[in-house]
């Protein structure tokens, strides 16, 4: 378990690309899934806000 939140932080940055390609993003601080066209927030062209909780947790 602790390995895949190990990856899951890794993978929070750094990453519009992959997220842009898929079909769905998740929280990990809500635990919201949601649709990539949803986040209104890009804090930079790589990081994002989640839709649901305003976090830098996706």
């Known amino acids: 378990m602790r390995d895949d939140f190990i990856q899951a932080h890794t993978q929070s940055s750094n990453h519009r690309r992959e997220i842009d390609a898929s079909a769905s993003c998740g929280c990990f601080h809500c635990c919201a899934?949601?649709?990539p066209a949803e986040i209104e927030e890009w804090v930079t062209m790589t990081?994002?806000?989640?839709?649901?909780?305003?976090?830098?947790?996706?």
């Open 33 to 35: 899934v949601f649709k």
């Open 47 to 58: 990081v994002q806000l989640c839709a649901r909780a305003a976090a830098l947790t996706l």
